[in-house]
């Protein structure tokens, strides 16, 4: 048995407003597992649960009239690995959720709630902001869409106001067309573990694929939210793809981190990381570019 | 405490019953259709030792709530057995190799090697291993378990 005190079952993405607005302290419940581990812990014992979990509508991936990659919240870590769309357009996310705890797992752990659970370590997280994921957030007063850079406030705090749920991640189409990523976990098992870094690196090459056109390079947990290597991507645009310049992005990723001791590893360790992962990173996306080094 | 009816199918027969909202699905399989094949191990996703096809995919029914089976379509490890007990292939491939020791994972990783061998396809060693990653044995150092896997696998496909 959970220890929680009432368990409210939404039946739409209205009635679970309402039943937010009428219990203003209950948790929101999608896949359950963050929540339910946390109740398991007595972190939040007690407490009261409203589930999402059955609202089939919002689950799935499609395509915007303006090309925009739609992923609705709910779709399973393993079904967003496995959709055409995503294989096709945004690959990178369906490997990168394709490395979150154990089989098991993947197929009740949500897209949405990774990111609304606002942890650093979130395998999603990297490879969200370093798309410029656009988030339409619904609530008692409609739609609003804000994007990913401004949803996270800190550990475990984002953008959304009382009564408001997450109801839909948009990926421009000027974020993933032409454009090629790789998302590298570093952790301490190969499965069921929490990255000690992860990092999304995702390139555009020029039209004769002989220099960086645009680059971004996303992180998690090289900070208290997954961030962005801002200076550092401004200084590799229009780079020669060459050894140096992968050197380079090394070293300039330093700038835009701040990483933090923790029992999982050292400041300096984390550093090492995240030098070396942003170089195989872009190494990694610029020969799916189709380039050479 | 609040109840609240669950309609599901279990191992191919569409039962009902009231369960407490509290309720994991490892509870309810196990206390109200005494299915104990369904091991209490972790209770955090960790383990494995819960784990049921849910819809056809392996969950961990110990962060599954039980209400959400309302609907679905469960299958547990005794599914796999036939009318008089008889042990399926992969069951059985679990006792030649050898990859049964304590036993206490074993119903989770034949659940989950039960998805595996459904979806048809033929898996690398590695390919396996991640496959099964979700489970934990402290007894057998996994080399049997992957071996029972595989030759099962490779006899379903006729490769073998």
């Known amino acids: ?293 | 405490m609040q109840k609240q009816l669950v309609r599901c199918n279990i191992n191919g027969k569409d039962v009902e019953t009231y369960v407490d909202v509290r309720a994991s699905l490892t509870d309810m399989l196990r206390n109200d259709y005494r299915l104990t094949s369904v091991k209490k191990g972790c209770e955090v996703g960790e383990c494995g030792a819960c784990t049921v096809l849910i819809d056809g995919e392996a969950f961990n029914s110990c962060i599954y709530m039980a209400v959400w089976a309302d609907g679905k379509h469960i299958r547990t490890l005794e599914s796999l057995t036939g009318p008089n007990g008889e042990l399926s292939d992969i069951q059985q491939a679990f006792v030649d190799e050898a990859a049964v020791q304590c036993g206490f994972c074993t119903p989770g990783f034949i659940m989950t090697s039960v998805e595996i061998l459904e979806s048809g396809k033929e898996y690398t060693r590695d390919e396996l291993k991640k496959l099964l990653s979700g489970h934990l044995c402290r007894c057998t150092g996994y080399e049997n378990i992957l071996n029972a896997v595989e030759k099962t696998m490779k006899k379903r496909l006729g490769k073998e």
């Open chain 1, 1 to 293: 048995m959970y220890d929680i005190s009432a368990l409210y079952e939404a039946t739409s993405v209205q009635n679970a407003i309402e039943l937010m607005q009428a219990h203003p302290e209950a948790a929101l419940i999608a896949g359950g597992s963050d929540v339910l581990i946390k109740i398991r812990e007595g972190k939040l014992a007690g407490v009261e649960l409203i589930s999402i979990f059955k609202l089939d509508e919002l689950r799935g991936v499609s395509i915007d009239d303006d090309g925009a990659l739609r992923i609705l919240p709910l779709t399973s870590f393993s079904h967003i690995t496995q959709h055409p769309l995503i294989q096709k357009y945004y690959p990178v996310l369906g490997e990168a959720v394709d490395q979150v705890g154990g089989p098991q797992l993947r197929n009740i752990g949500t897209i949405g709630g990774n990111i609304c659970n606002g942890v650093t370590s979130a395998d999603s997280g990297a490879t969200q902001v370093a798309y410029d994921a656009m988030l339409e957030i619904t609530g008692p007063n409609g739609k609003r869409t804000l994007s990913i850079h401004e949803f996270y406030k800190g550990p475990g705090r984002v953008a959304l106001e009382p009564a408001e749920l997450l109801t839909a991640i948009l990926i421009p189409k000027e974020s993933y067309e032409n454009c090629f990523g790789y998302y590298t976990k570093y952790a301490m098992r190969n499965a069921l573990d929490i990255a000690t870094i992860g990092c999304s690196v995702n390139v555009v090459l020029s039209p004769d694929k002989k220099t960086l056109e645009r680059v971004r390079i996303g992180y998690g947990v090289a900070g208290p939210v997954p961030l962005r290597a801002w200076t550092a991507e401004e200084a590799l645009q229009g780079k020669p793809l060459t050894e140096e310049t992968l050197d380079f992005a090394a070293k300039a990723v330093q700038d835009d981190v701040h990483p933090r001791t923790s029992w999982r590893a050292s400041e300096g360790f984390r550093r090492q990381i995240i030098g070396e992962t942003a170089k195989r990173g872009l190494r990694a996306s610029i020969e799916r570019a189709g380039g050479a080094i």
